[in-house]
């Protein structure tokens, strides 16, 4: 057999997020939105991943552009661009960690252009009647984003955050406030995958639940965990349903021989259609009074749930090495109903490191010959512990309609809200120095090269430096 290392791994493995997106968009003089055009541009490497094909990344973005929002008319180019590069493939939160950092650094330059406080100006654009269907055609199916941006200030106290944040800057310090409000697709099913030209998906989940001749319960999936916490999630569905013990409880997952077909452990699904299927089969048991020798396997076709979010990062920049650091986070989510707490909040604080590493330090970097130079972890930073901040989670209940306990998925949240939130922080931070910052990372040497800019477009004419004449697009999550 062949095990990669991680050499390997960094250099061939699949890739993501190499996606750009330039934006326009029309307010009114209140910052309502009165529409936007989206020209989004991924580079999807050489050839695609099947089964998902090279228009997972710019389709996926486009169609979540201002997905919490109420914008009337929206009009998108999606290309997929092949080049050398290893090909693209899902990583946390594909396609929607652009679509969000795209449009929230967006909100919040028309927030500083207009004068409009930036929480504010979320609250006079989201949608506040829900279900509701989007422009771009998604399915809302509940939430409350107004009452997520309010539970968010709150608890981060943002009206004081921002005073320490202006006796801050009067004393010289680079110190920013960034917020994020998002939704995201979770429990993808069968008809979306077959909308999109995706036939090798089947798009449904399965669960088997047997009582053994002893007694004991156990439980058979068709996606196994990669680290969620499904094993203890199923055990606790069924203490709820049939009131037995936890440790009378056996789950068994990654053995096809025993497991049920169904799609796998991707795209927050397990919350949404592994746990309705286990549901189903737990009460069918429970029809069947827990007899020795039951066997029961159901199979479902779930629909695409919108789990959603409003996240608030501070950043403090150092003003010599511009080097970011996040000093606060606070995580408001809406999943429907949770299943497991302490599952949920790992979840969450996981997803916001994970994010954290990819806006202020993760980038794939190669030479003038092509030629990789992150190939290891010395040159491909990855966060430490001492890089995440203490993370403030909490959940507002918005259930479900379309799964029986009403949950939606988590996976994917904390990733997703950091792309916004700390990336709005960071630019915050920097703003007395009018830098422009539109590309991840916003690594130091990122925003080292925003002040050379901004130092050579201040200098007089005939003085300039030769500092060239890019200044990027409006938003580049490469």
């Known amino acids: 057999r062949w095990v990669e290392d991680r050499r390997e791994n960094l250099i061939a493995a699949s890739h993501a997020h190499d996606t750009q997106v330039l934006l326009r968009v029309g307010v009114d003089r209140d910052g309502v939105i009165t529409a936007v055009e989206a020209d989004v541009r991924a580079d999807v490497g050489a050839y ?17 552009l201002f997905g919490p929002y109420a914008v009337p008319a929206l009009s998108y180019r999606a290309r997929g661009v092949a080049s050398h590069k290893c090909p693209i493939g899902a990583h946390r939160g594909v396609g929607m960690d652009a679509a969000v950092y795209a449009s929230e650094r967006m909100l919040d330059e028309i927030a500083a252009e207009l004068g409009i406080d930036p929480l504010e100006l979320r609250q006079r654009n989201v949608h506040r009647n829900l279900p509701v269907t989007t422009v771009t055609n998604r399915a809302l199916d509940s939430g409350d984003y107004p009452r997520l941006l309010e539970e968010l200030a709150d608890r981060a106290g943002y009206p004081e955050l921002r005073r320490q944040q202006q006796a801050a800057r009067q004393a010289g310090e680079l110190i ?67 009131g037995v013990r936890a440790e009378d409880v056996d789950v068994v997952e990654g053995d096809t021989d025993l ?9 927050s699904r397990g919350a949404v259609g592994v746990v309705e299927a286990v549901v189903q089969c737990l009460r069918e048991v429970a029809a069947q009074d827990l007899a020795p020798g039951t066997d029961v396997v ?61 806006v202020l330090l993760e980038e794939h970097v190669y030479d003038a010959d092509r030629q990789i130079l992150t190939s290891t972890l010395l040159d491909y930073l990855v ?51 009018h830098l422009e910052v539109t590309s991840l990372p916003y690594s130091p040497g990122r925003l080292f090269e925003a002040r050379q800019q901004a130092q050579a477009a201040a200098e007089p004419a005939g003085h300039a430096s030769d500092q060239g004449d890019d200044k990027g697009h409006a938003a580049d999550p490469g």
């Open 176 to 242: 920013g406030i960034g917020i994020a409000l998002f939704n995201e697709h979770s429990g993808t099913g069968s008809a979306d995958y077959r909308r999109r030209g995706i036939t090798a998906v089947p798009g449904l989940d399965a669960a088997r639940v047997r009582v053994d001749d002893s007694g004991r319960l156990v439980i058979h999936t068709s996606a196994a965990e990669a680290g969620q916490g499904h094993p203890e999630t199923y055990r606790q569905l069924a203490v709820r349903e049939l």
């Open 383 to 433: 966060p430490l512990a001492g890089d995440v901040p203490p993370i403030d989670v909490h959940h507002l209940d918005s259930p479900s309609p379309h799964t029986s306990l009403g949950s939606k998925g988590v996976g994917e949240a904390g990733t997703i809200g950091a792309y916004g939130a700390i990336a709005n922080a960071v630019a915050d931070a920097v703003r007395p120095l």
């Open 48 to 64: 695609s991943i099947h089964p998902f094909s090279a228009s997972l990344e710019p389709m996926t973005c486009a169609s979540t």
């Open 298 to 358: 159901r199979t479902v076709d779930p629909t695409q749930v919108y789990p959603s979010g409003a996240h608030l990062a501070t950043v403090a920049v150092d003003p010599l090495s511009l080097r970011p650091r996040v000093t606060g986070y606070w995580a408001v989510d809406d999943v429907g109903n949770v299943l497991l707490p302490a599952t949920y909040v790992a979840q969450v604080i996981g997803g916001v490191a994970m994010g954290l590493g990819d």
């Open 259 to 267: 497991a049920p077909f169904g799609s796998g452990t991707f795209a």
